[in-house]
């Protein structure tokens, strides 16, 4: 089976643009999850979604939004950047919900804002 | 606050020599998993060890789970150059359905 997708790779965004990540999960795979990995904060939970649902979100202001299509791809939404939204973007998709089965990572999305 | 606290946050060995990692949670879990991560192959699945099981292995891993003492340890066997990497462990906070990430062990295997 196909890993877990995501695109594009690399980003360079100013201040204030918005963003958008995209996810697609190993096939067969309903959940998808989204995680924000820097040095000082380390591996923080964005949010899961399960059937097209949003189940739960971690501690990030409401500038970080996403959706999930009828397929289980993803897209992750970030408006008016900040400095500090640099970091590199992991998407995990797993079987069924976070609780009962392991994850599986794409290899992320870098995003610089400068 | 973090879920998962791994010690030692720093850990080298000779090759051949076994690596113990530690993880400390907070709540009750439904699972706990560890994650291997390196800059060739990103963040890769290790092992899932459910709260009703205390041990687990998968080839040169072993797992084991405390649930009393919400903690958890990773025991790499006969360790090579080819571990080298930072290990995590992630929890669930039973009912919360958010996945949280400790802080990470930086393994270093020296040849």
């Known amino acids: 089976k196909a890993g877990v997708t995501q695109t594009p790779r690399y980003l360079i965004k100013t201040r204030g643009q918005q963003v958008t990540l995209s996810c697609s999960p190993i096939?067969?795979?309903?959940?998808v999850s989204w995680y924000q990995q820097t040095p000082g904060q380390g591996l923080q939970f964005l949010f899961e979604y399960f059937s097209e649902t949003q189940r739960n979100k971690g501690n990030f202001p409401g500038r970080f939004s996403g959706r999930q299509f009828s397929n289980s791809r993803s897209e992750m939404n970030v408006s008016t950047l900040e400095l500090g939204d640099s970091a590199l973007y992991l998407c995990?998709?797993?079987?069924?919900?976070?609780?009962?089965?392991?994850?599986?990572f794409g290899p992320g999305t870098r995003l610089t804002v400068t | 606050s973090q879920q998962g606290e791994e010690d030692p946050q720093a850990l080298s060995i000779q090759e051949g020599e076994n690596a113990t990692m530690n993880c400390s949670y907070k709540?009750?879990?439904?699972?706990l998993q560890w994650y291997r991560q390196n800059s060739g192959r990103g963040l890769v699945h290790l092992i899932l060890i459910r709260s009703n099981e205390r041990e687990k292995h998968s080839g040169r891993l072993r797992v084991t789970l405390d649930t009393s003492k919400k903690s958890s340890s990773l025991l790499i066997t006969a360790s090579r150059a080819a571990d080298t990497a930072s290990y995590f462990c992630?929890?669930?906070?039973?009912?919360?359905?958010?996945?949280?990430f400790g802080t990470g062990t930086r393994l270093k295997v020296l040849a």
């Open positions: 096939s067969g795979h309903r959940s």
């Open positions: 992630a929890t669930d906070g039973s009912g919360t359905y958010k996945y949280i």
């Open positions: 995990a998709s797993s079987y069924g919900r976070l609780q009962d089965y392991e994850q599986y």
């Open positions: 709540t009750s879990i439904n699972n």
